[in-house]
Protein backbone atom coordinates (compact mmCIF):
# COMPACT_ATOMS: atom_id res chain seq x y z
CA UNK A 1 0.00 0.00 0.00
CA UNK A 2 1.27 2.89 -0.86
CA UNK A 3 0.27 6.24 1.09
CA UNK A 4 1.76 9.70 0.45
CA UNK A 5 2.91 11.62 3.60
CA UNK A 6 3.01 15.53 3.92
CA UNK A 7 6.85 15.73 5.43
CA UNK A 8 7.09 19.37 5.35
CA UNK A 9 3.02 19.92 7.21
CA UNK A 10 3.21 20.53 10.95
CA UNK A 11 5.10 22.07 13.93
CA UNK A 12 8.10 19.44 14.48
CA UNK A 13 8.16 18.77 10.22
CA UNK A 14 10.21 17.16 8.73
CA UNK A 15 12.22 15.84 11.96
CA UNK A 16 9.19 13.84 13.54
CA UNK A 17 7.63 13.60 9.87
CA UNK A 18 10.17 11.47 8.59
CA UNK A 19 11.00 9.59 11.59
CA UNK A 20 7.29 8.94 12.28
CA UNK A 21 7.40 7.52 8.29
CA UNK A 22 10.37 5.16 9.55
CA UNK A 23 8.53 4.15 12.25
CA UNK A 24 5.37 2.98 10.50
CA UNK A 25 7.47 0.90 8.25
CA UNK A 26 8.63 -1.40 11.27
CA UNK A 27 4.76 -2.44 11.99
CA UNK A 28 2.92 -2.31 8.30
CA UNK A 29 5.14 -5.04 6.55
CA UNK A 30 2.79 -4.09 3.47
CA UNK A 31 3.65 -0.44 3.53
CA UNK A 32 5.07 1.83 0.97
CA UNK A 33 5.65 5.83 2.34
CA UNK A 34 6.05 8.84 -0.31
CA UNK A 35 7.54 11.64 1.35
CA UNK A 36 6.35 15.00 -0.23
CA UNK A 37 8.59 17.94 0.35
CA UNK A 38 11.82 19.62 -0.38
CA UNK A 39 13.78 16.69 -1.38
CA UNK A 40 17.09 17.90 0.35
CA UNK A 41 15.81 18.35 3.66
CA UNK A 42 14.15 14.63 3.35
CA UNK A 43 17.15 12.87 2.48
CA UNK A 44 19.15 14.50 5.24
CA UNK A 45 16.74 13.33 7.83
CA UNK A 46 16.50 9.94 6.49
CA UNK A 47 20.47 9.46 6.50
CA UNK A 48 19.86 8.97 11.21
CA UNK A 49 17.88 6.05 10.30
CA UNK A 50 18.08 2.33 8.93
CA UNK A 51 15.11 1.43 6.66
CA UNK A 52 13.96 -0.70 3.78
CA UNK A 53 14.93 1.65 0.71
CA UNK A 54 12.33 0.01 -1.45
CA UNK A 55 10.05 1.21 1.02
CA UNK A 56 10.40 4.95 1.27
CA UNK A 57 10.35 7.32 -1.78
CA UNK A 58 10.73 10.74 -2.17
CA UNK A 59 8.84 13.46 -4.49
CA UNK A 60 10.17 16.53 -4.63
CA UNK A 61 8.53 19.81 -3.77
CA UNK A 62 9.59 23.11 -3.57
CA UNK A 63 6.81 25.17 -1.78
CA UNK A 64 5.62 25.03 2.22
CA UNK A 65 2.52 26.24 3.29
CA UNK A 66 2.72 27.15 6.80
CA UNK A 67 0.44 26.93 10.06
CA UNK A 68 0.42 31.19 9.99
CA UNK A 69 -0.71 31.23 5.93
CA UNK A 70 -4.13 32.42 4.91
CA UNK A 71 -5.41 28.94 3.47
CA UNK A 72 -7.52 29.39 0.34
CA UNK A 73 -4.63 31.71 -0.74
CA UNK A 74 -2.10 29.38 0.30
CA UNK A 75 -3.51 26.84 -1.84
CA UNK A 76 -4.14 28.50 -4.82
CA UNK A 77 -0.83 30.17 -5.00
CA UNK A 78 1.48 27.44 -3.51
CA UNK A 79 0.70 25.29 -6.95
CA UNK A 80 3.75 23.51 -5.67
CA UNK A 81 3.11 23.24 -2.10
CA UNK A 82 3.73 19.16 -0.29
CA UNK A 83 0.27 19.32 0.50
CA UNK A 84 -0.79 20.24 -2.56
CA UNK A 85 1.26 17.57 -4.22
CA UNK A 86 0.22 14.89 -2.28
CA UNK A 87 -3.19 15.84 -2.82
CA UNK A 88 -2.70 15.52 -6.24
CA UNK A 89 -1.21 11.73 -5.88
CA UNK A 90 -4.27 10.69 -4.09
CA UNK A 91 -6.32 12.01 -6.78
CA UNK A 92 -4.44 10.53 -9.62
CA UNK A 93 -4.34 7.24 -8.25
CA UNK A 94 -0.86 6.75 -7.76
CA UNK A 95 -1.19 6.78 -3.89
CA UNK A 96 -4.65 4.74 -1.81
CA UNK A 97 -4.25 7.62 0.66
CA UNK A 98 -2.50 10.86 2.44
CA UNK A 99 -1.49 12.35 5.54
CA UNK A 100 -0.80 15.94 6.77
CA UNK A 101 -0.12 17.28 10.00
CA UNK A 102 -0.44 20.56 8.22
CA UNK A 103 -2.60 23.88 7.96
CA UNK A 104 -6.31 22.30 8.66
CA UNK A 105 -7.86 25.23 6.90
CA UNK A 106 -5.41 24.52 4.30
CA UNK A 107 -6.22 20.74 3.97
CA UNK A 108 -9.40 21.11 3.96
CA UNK A 109 -9.76 23.57 1.51
CA UNK A 110 -7.12 21.53 -0.90
CA UNK A 111 -9.09 18.14 -0.39
CA UNK A 112 -12.12 19.42 -1.79
CA UNK A 113 -10.97 21.35 -4.52
CA UNK A 114 -8.21 18.22 -5.43
CA UNK A 115 -10.49 15.09 -4.72
CA UNK A 116 -14.23 16.67 -4.44
CA UNK A 117 -16.77 15.34 -2.56
CA UNK A 118 -18.45 11.95 -3.05
CA UNK A 119 -21.13 11.99 -5.63
CA UNK A 120 -24.28 12.84 -2.81
CA UNK A 121 -22.17 14.32 0.09
CA UNK A 122 -24.07 17.80 0.70
CA UNK A 123 -20.77 18.88 2.68
CA UNK A 124 -17.24 17.23 4.07
CA UNK A 125 -16.34 16.12 7.68
CA UNK A 126 -14.04 16.40 9.79
CA UNK A 127 -14.21 13.61 12.85
CA UNK A 128 -12.33 13.43 16.22
CA UNK A 129 -12.39 10.40 18.56
CA UNK A 130 -13.09 11.42 22.26
CA UNK A 131 -12.26 8.95 24.92
CA UNK A 132 -15.31 7.64 26.98
CA UNK A 133 -15.98 5.73 29.97
CA UNK A 134 -17.17 2.58 28.06
CA UNK A 135 -15.39 2.69 24.45
CA UNK A 136 -13.89 5.88 21.92
CA UNK A 137 -16.70 8.02 20.49
CA UNK A 138 -16.44 9.95 17.59
CA UNK A 139 -17.49 13.72 17.16
CA UNK A 140 -18.11 15.29 14.25
CA UNK A 141 -17.79 17.66 12.52
CA UNK A 142 -14.98 19.78 14.30
CA UNK A 143 -14.47 22.22 12.02
CA UNK A 144 -15.21 22.20 8.40
CA UNK A 145 -18.79 24.07 7.94
CA UNK A 146 -19.21 26.79 11.01
CA UNK A 147 -23.01 26.97 9.48
CA UNK A 148 -24.97 23.66 8.98
CA UNK A 149 -27.87 23.07 7.47
CA UNK A 150 -29.91 20.17 8.96
CA UNK A 151 -29.58 17.76 6.34
CA UNK A 152 -25.97 18.49 6.54
CA UNK A 153 -25.77 16.82 9.92
CA UNK A 154 -28.31 14.19 9.19
CA UNK A 155 -25.77 13.46 6.69
CA UNK A 156 -23.45 13.43 9.15
CA UNK A 157 -25.33 10.71 11.09
CA UNK A 158 -24.80 8.20 8.06
CA UNK A 159 -20.86 8.71 7.12
CA UNK A 160 -20.34 8.79 11.26
CA UNK A 161 -21.86 5.53 11.53
CA UNK A 162 -20.25 3.61 8.90
CA UNK A 163 -16.67 5.51 10.02
CA UNK A 164 -16.97 3.98 13.62
CA UNK A 165 -17.87 0.42 11.99
CA UNK A 166 -14.44 0.68 10.20
CA UNK A 167 -12.63 2.14 13.28
CA UNK A 168 -13.56 -0.06 15.96
CA UNK A 169 -15.95 -2.63 14.93
CA UNK A 170 -18.96 -1.47 15.85
CA UNK A 171 -21.85 -2.48 14.50
CA UNK A 172 -25.22 -0.21 14.63
CA UNK A 173 -23.64 2.12 16.43
CA UNK A 174 -25.24 5.14 18.20
CA UNK A 175 -25.95 8.64 17.08
CA UNK A 176 -26.47 11.42 19.53
CA UNK A 177 -27.43 14.93 18.50
CA UNK A 178 -25.33 17.59 20.31
CA UNK A 179 -27.93 19.91 22.07
CA UNK A 180 -28.52 22.16 24.89
CA UNK A 181 -31.00 19.50 26.46
CA UNK A 182 -31.81 16.11 26.18
CA UNK A 183 -35.35 16.13 25.71
CA UNK A 184 -36.96 16.26 22.04
CA UNK A 185 -37.79 19.82 21.41
CA UNK A 186 -34.76 21.50 22.12
CA UNK A 187 -32.55 23.58 20.78
CA UNK A 188 -33.03 26.30 18.32
CA UNK A 189 -34.37 25.84 15.04
CA UNK A 190 -31.88 24.14 13.17
CA UNK A 191 -31.10 21.52 15.77
CA UNK A 192 -34.94 20.65 16.07
CA UNK A 193 -35.19 20.02 12.44
CA UNK A 194 -31.77 18.58 12.18
CA UNK A 195 -33.27 16.00 15.26
CA UNK A 196 -36.59 15.18 13.44
CA UNK A 197 -34.37 14.40 10.23
CA UNK A 198 -32.34 11.88 12.48
CA UNK A 199 -35.49 10.39 14.17
CA UNK A 200 -36.88 9.13 10.70
CA UNK A 201 -33.43 8.18 9.86
CA UNK A 202 -33.49 4.22 9.41
CA UNK A 203 -29.66 4.37 8.13
CA UNK A 204 -28.84 4.93 11.27
CA UNK A 205 -29.50 4.39 15.57
CA UNK A 206 -30.45 7.56 16.21
CA UNK A 207 -30.87 7.96 20.37
CA UNK A 208 -31.86 11.31 20.53
CA UNK A 209 -30.15 14.29 22.11
CA UNK A 210 -27.45 14.56 24.03
CA UNK A 211 -25.56 17.12 26.47
CA UNK A 212 -22.06 17.84 26.00
CA UNK A 213 -21.50 17.04 29.79
CA UNK A 214 -22.75 13.93 29.01
CA UNK A 215 -20.88 13.09 25.95
CA UNK A 216 -18.10 10.83 27.81
CA UNK A 217 -20.39 9.14 30.11
CA UNK A 218 -20.31 6.07 27.04
CA UNK A 219 -24.01 5.75 26.46
CA UNK A 220 -23.68 7.08 22.58
CA UNK A 221 -20.55 6.42 20.20
CA UNK A 222 -20.95 8.91 17.44
CA UNK A 223 -21.97 12.73 18.25
CA UNK A 224 -23.21 14.80 15.67
CA UNK A 225 -23.14 19.01 15.53
CA UNK A 226 -22.26 21.77 13.38
CA UNK A 227 -18.41 22.53 12.86
CA UNK A 228 -18.58 25.85 15.04
CA UNK A 229 -19.92 24.14 17.87
CA UNK A 230 -17.86 20.89 17.80
CA UNK A 231 -14.92 23.08 17.16
CA UNK A 232 -15.75 24.81 20.19
CA UNK A 233 -15.88 21.43 22.42
CA UNK A 234 -13.16 20.24 21.47
CA UNK A 235 -11.08 22.86 22.08
CA UNK A 236 -12.47 22.98 25.17
CA UNK A 237 -11.85 19.64 26.10
CA UNK A 238 -8.17 20.16 25.00
CA UNK A 239 -8.07 23.43 27.36
CA UNK A 240 -9.62 21.75 30.65
CA UNK A 241 -7.33 18.47 30.23
CA UNK A 242 -4.19 20.39 29.77
CA UNK A 243 -5.42 23.03 32.56
CA UNK A 244 -6.06 19.69 34.85
CA UNK A 245 -2.87 18.24 33.91
CA UNK A 246 -1.20 21.68 35.15
CA UNK A 247 -2.87 21.98 38.65
CA UNK A 248 -2.08 18.35 39.37
CA UNK A 249 1.47 19.36 38.61
CA UNK A 250 1.89 22.41 40.38
CA UNK A 251 -0.34 20.59 44.12
CA UNK A 252 2.58 17.78 43.19
CA UNK A 253 5.35 19.01 43.52
CA UNK A 254 4.11 21.56 46.30
CA UNK A 255 4.94 19.09 49.44
CA UNK A 256 7.26 15.74 49.55
CA UNK A 257 3.96 13.70 50.70
CA UNK A 258 2.56 14.81 47.24
CA UNK A 259 5.38 13.82 45.67
CA UNK A 260 5.70 10.55 47.23
CA UNK A 261 2.09 10.09 46.06
CA UNK A 262 2.30 10.77 42.80
CA UNK A 263 5.32 8.56 42.59
CA UNK A 264 3.02 5.54 43.91
CA UNK A 265 0.25 6.40 41.49
CA UNK A 266 2.84 7.17 38.41
CA UNK A 267 0.94 3.74 36.26
CA UNK A 268 -2.43 5.61 36.67
CA UNK A 269 -1.31 9.31 35.29
CA UNK A 270 0.80 7.55 32.56
CA UNK A 271 -2.36 5.39 31.67
CA UNK A 272 -4.90 8.87 31.92
CA UNK A 273 -2.14 10.60 29.77
CA UNK A 274 -2.05 7.86 27.25
CA UNK A 275 -6.05 8.03 26.90
CA UNK A 276 -6.22 11.73 26.61
CA UNK A 277 -3.37 11.98 24.10
CA UNK A 278 -4.59 12.73 20.83
CA UNK A 279 -1.54 11.17 18.60
CA UNK A 280 -2.81 7.76 19.66
CA UNK A 281 -5.97 7.77 17.41
CA UNK A 282 -4.01 8.60 14.58
CA UNK A 283 -5.44 11.76 13.25
CA UNK A 284 -9.05 12.69 11.79
CA UNK A 285 -10.13 11.91 9.01
CA UNK A 286 -11.67 14.17 6.23
CA UNK A 287 -15.20 12.36 5.83
CA UNK A 288 -16.86 12.90 2.42
CA UNK A 289 -14.01 13.50 0.36
CA UNK A 290 -13.57 10.98 -2.57
CA UNK A 291 -10.12 9.94 -1.43
CA UNK A 292 -8.36 9.29 2.07
CA UNK A 293 -7.31 12.28 3.61
CA UNK A 294 -6.37 12.15 7.04
CA UNK A 295 -5.30 15.45 9.06
CA UNK A 296 -2.86 14.67 12.20
CA UNK A 297 -2.40 17.27 14.85
CA UNK A 298 -0.58 19.63 13.79
CA UNK A 299 1.90 18.86 16.77
CA UNK A 300 2.27 15.39 16.14
CA UNK A 301 5.43 13.28 17.11
CA UNK A 302 6.72 10.66 15.38
CA UNK A 303 4.29 8.57 16.91
CA UNK A 304 1.16 10.14 15.73
CA UNK A 305 2.26 10.29 12.25
CA UNK A 306 2.81 6.28 12.85
CA UNK A 307 -0.67 6.31 13.94
CA UNK A 308 -2.47 8.63 11.49
CA UNK A 309 -0.51 6.30 8.57
CA UNK A 310 -1.86 3.25 10.57
CA UNK A 311 -5.27 4.42 9.90
CA UNK A 312 -4.65 5.71 6.61
CA UNK A 313 -3.43 2.63 5.95
CA UNK A 314 -6.09 0.93 7.31
CA UNK A 315 -9.03 2.72 5.65
CA UNK A 316 -7.23 2.06 2.28
CA UNK A 317 -6.89 -1.56 2.36
CA UNK A 318 -10.89 -2.01 3.66
CA UNK A 319 -12.05 -0.17 0.80
CA UNK A 320 -13.62 2.48 2.79
CA UNK A 321 -13.85 5.35 -0.16
CA UNK A 322 -15.71 2.85 -1.83
CA UNK A 323 -18.20 1.60 0.90
CA UNK A 324 -19.09 5.19 1.40
CA UNK A 325 -19.60 5.82 -1.56
CA UNK A 326 -22.31 3.21 -1.59
CA UNK A 327 -24.21 3.97 1.08
CA UNK A 328 -24.29 7.65 0.07
CA UNK A 329 -25.89 6.48 -3.33
CA UNK A 330 -28.77 4.63 -1.14
CA UNK A 331 -29.14 6.55 0.90
CA UNK A 332 -29.69 9.71 -1.88
CA UNK A 333 -32.06 7.52 -3.95
CA UNK A 334 -34.40 7.19 -1.30
CA UNK A 335 -34.13 10.76 0.33
CA UNK A 336 -34.59 14.21 -1.48
CA UNK A 337 -31.30 15.97 0.22
CA UNK A 338 -30.00 18.99 -2.51
CA UNK A 339 -26.54 20.28 -2.79
Not at 94 to 103: I, K, M, P, W
Not at 134 to 141: G, N, T
Not at 142 to 159: L, S, W
Not at 188 to 205: G, Q, S, V
Amino acid sequence: MRIALDAMGGDFAPFETVKGAVQALDELKNLTVVLVGKKEKIEEELKKYTYDKDRIEIFDAREVIEMTDDPILAVKTKKDSSMNRMLELVKSGEVAASVSAGNTGALISASQLKLRRIKGVLRPAITTIFPSKKRDIVLMDVGANADCRPEFINQFGIMGSLYYEEMFGVTNPRVGLLNIGTEEGKGNENTREAFNLLKNNDRINFIGNIESREMMDGEVDIVVTDGFTGNMVLKTAEGTAKFIFSILKDEIEKSLLGKIGALLLKPIFKNLKRKLDSSEYGGALFLGINGISIKAHGNSSARGIKNALKVANKFAEDKFIDRLTEVMRQHNQGGSDEA
